[in-house]
């Protein structure tokens, strides 16, 4: 446990500040994460150090296509969420809190990377499993470090982050894949428990700060899945992030409180067609297709990345990261 960031105190309560739910928090009861604590006044984060996962991973699991493609990165992830998304896929770790669950390890971020550090041709670090912003502590204090060995740190996240601590990261942070779960308010009220709006600015700040960025949209049937809704999504993404921002439309599979019909393949690829007609590179995950896997150069439409589950060849780039046939740069050089 450690004395938690981004927190005022009030004559009653302590006021956290780290993501945009600002809970007002008694003294002995922790926020909507479940991890950050009043204890007498003082906000402790109790998931300091609690490792509930870690291992190394393809870098297009988590997922990102643009960044490092075919690398290997080490991925740590720790417990809860401020999100209560009725189909989360991870469930049994973002939902609970460190007393109700059985089975963490200790770890200081020192020893975080020397585990990184142990496996030749690692790239870097992934925060990721459960929701990194409630392990915040813990993920910058690793991060500064994972930069001093020339480690790449990667944040995988629902972007729902309060502007200040988000802008403190950027200096440590290269990469964020964040889930931009729909484009509804309501869907973030009654499905998430919170709300679009942070979100939509978080993205904003994630692109202005140079950082790479790439976006997964889980379509849940009968939910988010509305094709007018969508577009006004991808208009969005277009017209405030760019053309060239990375999205990855994710089929999903029945899970936790949400038991709809998966995701069928019809509507996949009909999102991925509005998609397409707006952003030069969209991807379909969760799916045994090879529709929406390889990366095209959006000039000339020559395959430049093929991909087979997490296996991945360039097949069509130069090592300046451009289309070998247009030259078109479709990865920037020192993301290869």
């Known amino acids: 446990m450690k004395e938690a960031s981004f927190y005022k105190t009030t004559d009653d309560k302590i006021n956290c500040t ?3 739910h600002n809970c007002l928090i008694a003294d002995g009861k922790r926020g909507i994460c479940r991890v950050r604590k009043n204890e007498g006044g003082k906000l402790i984060t109790e998931s300091y150090g609690q490792i509930c996962s870690m291992n190394f991973d393809p870098i297009e699991k988590k997922p990102l296509y643009h960044f490092f493609p075919g690398s290997i990165i080490f ?25 109700e669950f059985g089975s963490l390890r200790t770890s200081s971020p020192q020893e975080l990377i020397s585990k990184a550090i142990s496996r030749e041709g690692n790239i870097g670090i992934a925060y990721t499993y459960n929701e990194p912003t409630v392990w915040y502590e813990f993920m910058i204090e690793t991060a500064k470090l994972a930069k001093i060995e020339g ?12 502007p ?43 692109r202005k700060s140079g950082r790479h960025l790439e976006i997964t949209n889980l379509v849940i049937t009968d ?15 277009a017209g405030e992030l760019g053309k060239e921002t990375v ?3 994710s089929k999903y599979f029945p899970m936790f409180k949400m038991n709809k019909e998966p995701t069928s393949h019809e509507k996949l690829q009909a999102l991925y067609e509005i998609a397409c007609e707006k952003l030069d590179y969209v991807y379909l995950g969760n799916m045994r297709s090879g529709l929406g896997q390889n990366t095209f150069c959006p000039n000339c439409k020559a395959e430049v990345i093929a991909r087979i589950g997490y296996d991945t060849r360039i097949i069509g780039l ?4 451009r289309c070998r ?7 920037a050089k020192e993301l290869l």
């Not at 790449?152 to 309060?162: A, E, L, Y």
């Not at 939910?223 to 993404?237: S, V």
């Not at 046939?325 to 990865?331: G, L, P, T, W």
């Open 164 to 206: 200040a601590p988000l802008e403190v990261l950027f200096p440590v942070m290269d990469a964020f894949s964040v889930d931009l779960k729909a484009f509804s308010d309501e869907f973030y009220k009654t499905i998430t428990a919170s709300r679009l709006a942070p979100v939509l600015n978080a993205l904003k700040m994630i």
């Open 325 to 331: 046939n247009c030259r078109k740069e479709v990865i």
């Open 151 to 162: 480690l790449k740190n990667v944040m995988v996240t629902n972007g729902f982050i309060s």
């Open 18 to 20: 780290l993501c945009p």
């Open 223 to 237: 939910t988010n899945d509305d094709e007018m809704e969508f577009t006004e999504m991808i208009n969005w993404i």
């Open 247 to 249: 999205l990855h439309i």
């Open 75 to 99: 991925s740590a992830g720790g417990l809860g969420c401020n999100l209560h998304c009725r189909f989360c896929q991870n469930w049994e770790i973002s939902q609970t809190g460190i007393g």
């Open 318 to 321: 130069n090592e300046e990261g």
